[in-house]
C-alpha cells in the first residue's frame, strides 16, 4: 500500500459517513439540498437571536420557532413515502433517515430552550414536565423520538432485525399524535397551525390505511383521501372553536368560504391533496398501445 493511498483511506471512510454522500463517498444533490434545508431554521433561528429579533421575550419565541419546525419536520418524514409512491421518486427514500434524525434534534432543541425559559433551573423544569399534562405528553413523545433515533442505524437494523425494527418504527405514528396534542395544548388560543397539522396526519395516516387495505389508492382515490381529510379538518376546528366561543357551528362553516380571511386549515389540506392526485396523475404508467395489430389467423404467412 502506498504513502498516497493510506492518506486518501481516511479522507474517503470520512466522506462516506456525511449526511451528503452514499455509501461510496460519492455526493447526492438531493441529499446536499435536503440537509441544508433541513439546518436552515435553526442557522435563521441563530441569525435572528444575534440580532435582536425575536422580541421582548426572545426564550420564549425561540422555544415556540423550534416546538414549530419539531412537528413540521415530523409530518415531513411521515410524508417521504407516500410522495415516493406516488411520484414514483425512488431516490426519496434515501433522505427519510436524514429527516427522521432532525426531527429529534429540533425536538431536543425545543426542550433546551424551554429549560433556558426556566433559567436552566433543572429542578423546576422537571417539576414543570411532571405537573402540567401537556409538557408530560410532549417529554414522552421526545423519548420515543429518541429511541427512534437511536435505532435509526443500519448497525441497529442488523441488531434488531428487520421485523423487529420496523414494529419499534411504527411508533413513530402514536408519537406524531403525541406531538400534536402537545403542540395542540400548548396553543392555548389560536389553534389554526395545530388543526392544519392534524389535517395533514389524518390524510398521512388515511393514505397508509387504504395502502394496507386496498393497495396503492390511483389518482381518484388520492381526491376523495383529500376531501375526506379535509372535511374532518374542518369538523374537527369547528368541534374546537366551538368549545371555546359561543358562536353556533353553523356561522363556523359560512367563515370557511370566507376568503377574505384567508384559506382555514381545511382548504390547504384540500389543496395540498389535490395536488398530489394530479402529480399521480401525471405520473402513473401509461399503458402501452400496440400500434401493429395481429393478422387474423388465417392471414398468417
Known sequence: MTSASIRRKPDWLLSRHLPWTDRTGRLICLKLGVFLALLAPALLLLFDSA????????????????????????????????????????????????????????????????????????????????????????????????????????????????????????????????????FFLQSKNDVTEPILFAGFFAWLMGYRLWHWRFGPPAPSGLAILALAAAISTAAGEIACLSLKYPVTPWVMLKAHFDFGAGLRPAWWVVLVGSALAVAAEIRRPKARLDLEPALPPDSRP
Not at 421526545?142 to 419499534?168: E, F, P, Q
Open 51 to 182: 440580532a435582536d429579533a425575536l422580541g421582548a421575550r426572545p426564550w420564549e419565541a425561540a422555544t415556540h420557532r423550534a416546538g414549530w419546525w419539531s412537528v413540521t419536520f415530523l409530518m415531513l418524514s411521515l410524508a417521504v413515502t407516500p410522495v415516493r409512491r406516488i411520484l414514483r421518486w425512488g431516490e426519496l427514500m434515501t433522505v427519510r433517515r436524514m429527516i427522521g434524525v432532525t426531527v429529534f434534534l429540533a425536538a431536543m432543541l425545543h426542550l433546551t430552550l424551554y429549560a433556558g425559559m426556566q433559567s436552566w433551573n433543572l429542578p423546576k423544569l422537571a417539576s414543570e414536565i411532571a405537573l402540567r399534562i401537556y409538557l408530560t405528553i410532549g417529554f414522552v413523545a421526545l423519548l420515543g423520538l429518541g429511541a427512534l433515533a437511536a435505532t435509526s442505524t443500519d448497525g441497529m437494523v442488523r441488531r434488531l432485525g428487520g421485523r423487529r425494527w420496523r414494529i419499534l418504527h411504527q411508533l413513530v405514528y402514536p408519537i406524531a399524535l403525541l406531538a400534536l396534542v402537545h
